[in-house]
């Protein structure tokens, strides 16, 4: 019997049964997957008191969407509450793979799998799960679809999550304004960090400093909201903070008319006080895009493999400083953020 999101566990307790050529007591094994799953399963209902669950057996498909996104919001509000609940339901799911089909576990398997739902969607929240393989999840997540969420009706996702816009692109103002909004504080928080940082993530391959300055924010933020120092409300609104700034360099490339990689070099050279001060912005300008025409045609195919090659670069872009007039004081600290967005940027600077 392939139940929800335990097929992989079976499959494990069926390997283990076969390895072991077949010895043991089947049926007192059983018995004590039983006792175990009871256990586990006491666990997962104490982590859920409050919380009226019970509604998901009875309910349409759009109401079981709420409620899968109800219990999350519930779940997230505890204290390691997301752990806690991931470790204890896969924990559930391997006992009751095994205690499949005693009646005990035919008994609770609708509840199962409600728990696995719900620990299925906020598993994505990680890109992952503790413990489980994509290909788990995937299965989870299927059967979810397959079982437990069967409608003769067309049921629109987003309104069911509370999420009134299919574009959620992170730079969206309507997006970033609709989790502001959003009733379930500790979902939005969870959606908002899981994009902010794959976007930030990816642009830093492209910016390092400026990504890397707003990975520190937003690390710093919810540092303060797990030392319960700020509400989910207030880390969403830093969140938002962010990627508004995220929108505001790119605008600000744009009307400086550089590139990707000449703004990159910008922010580099740009990222301290008295170069700002003493420079202004159209000379940085003007250094930044010489960088980049510099390190294009000091930089060879393997050059971050050749310290001889790396030196040599590190030298132009000091006389190149100099040449603008950058802050003497400055210039060691600039030349090494200058050679290590270098190296970010080497496979396409040699393209």
Known sequence: MDYLGVA???KKALAFYGESGGKGDPAKTQEQAVAIMEEKLDVVRTMLHGFGYTEYFGADTARKL?????????ILGLDEGKKRYLDAVAALSAAFALAIPRPEAV??????????????RLAKFDGGGNGRSNEEIEIAIKQVIDQALVSDKVIDIFDAAGIKTPDISILSEE?????????????????LKKLLNDELTVRAKTNLVHSKALLEMLEGALRRYHNKIITAAKVIEEMIRICKQVTAADIEAKAMGLEPYEYAFYTAVAANNSARELMQKDKLRELAVVLTQKVRENASIDWTLKESVQAQLRVVIKRTLRKYGYPPDMEKLATETVMEQARMLAEELTA
């Open 8 to 10: 992989a566990d079976l």
């Open 66 to 74: 709420a409620l899968i996104l109800e219990a999350e919001e519930f």
């Open 175 to 191: 997006f970033m304004l609709e989790m502001k909004g959003m009733k379930h504080k500790n979902i939005a928080l969870e959606v």
């Open 107 to 120: 008994a609770v398997k609708e509840e199962v799998a409600f728990f696995q739902a719900v620990k299925a």
